[in-house]
């Protein structure tokens, strides 16, 4: 029997469109207030390095006005930490992050920066932050992510919502066989990227995953059917695959 399975909506991409214009609207924090009262179990926000869409104040607002939990994603660097540490959200999940892509592409290489990692998730961990690497469905990364010591993994699905077919299905294997390792090992499995009204339900329907982060295509999918009836869409496909 599965368990219940969380939604987490990135309001990411809420930010691009206000920065485009340079104007105050529309406001992230809105956005995210308004995703939680229609079924998301917590809101996600990339602070990037470049701060191409969300902005410290973002985080400063999301923090003092949310009452689902706040997922903070950010890279592996001492400023982020920092900032981690001020705003003390619930979770943190550490991400790659490269200056030339439009959008996260792929998974962190736990494996080979665990000596970058170890002391950061460390820290994180002692102010009880609940740390969590967003990696590749592979064993190789999920056993490092035993050996940090972290208390969840979030499994990249982005090439899972590109493929179709049989190349998909077998991606849909790997993800399977990823989560089942991780959470016998005691580790709390989330995924996402990609995830669509289309795509969903299969990654749903996995046991082991106990929260789906969706941002984009839910911010995209709201222009033409508003954030609370899409947001509400997405929570009955996922309690549907469960």
């Given amino acids: 029997m599965t368990g219940p399975l969380r939604l987490g909506v990135n309001i990411d991409h809420v930010a691009t469109v206000r920065n485009a214009r ?10 995210a207030l308004l995703a939680a009262e229609h079924g998301a179990d917590g809101i996600t926000a990339h602070l990037r390095e470049d701060r191409r869409h969300i902005t410290d104040d973002d985080i ?17 660097t001492d400023e982020m930490l920092g900032i981690a540490l001020r705003h003390r959200p619930h979770a943190a999940c550490i ?11 792929g998974g962190l290489d736990a494996a080979g920066q665990h000596n970058i990692l170890a002391p950061m998730v460390g ?19 999920v056993t490092a992510a035993i ?3 972290v208390p969840v993994v979030e499994l ?6 590109e493929l179709d077919g049989e190349a998909q299905v077998a991606e849909l294997r790997r993800i399977a066989d990823a989560a089942a390792l991780a959470a016998k090992n005691g580790i709390e499995v989330h995924a996402g990227h990609g995830l669509t009204f289309d795509n969903v339900v299969a990654v749903a329907a996995i046991p082991q995953v106990r ?8 911010i995209g999918e709201a222009i033409f059917g508003g954030l609370g009836p899409v947001v ?7 309690d549907a695959a469960r």
């Fill in 22 to 31: 340079g104007a105050g609207y529309p406001d992230p924090v809105r956005a």
């Fill in 60 to 76: 400063a607002r999301l923090s003092a006005e949310l009452t689902v939990p706040l997922n903070l994603e950010m890279a592996a």
């Fill in 211 to 218: 929260e789906l982060n969706i941002g984009h295509f839910l």
């Fill in 156 to 161: 990249h699905t982005g090439r899972y919502a």
């Fill in 95 to 105: 991400v790659p992050e490269k200056r030339e892509e439009r959008t996260t592409e």
């Fill in 232 to 238: 509400r869409r997405m929570r009955d496909l996922m």
């Fill in 123 to 141: 820290e994180l961990g002692a102010a009880r932050i609940r740390v969590s690497l967003f990696i590749e469905p592979d064993a190789a990364q």
């Fill in 147 to 149: 050996r940090l010591g």
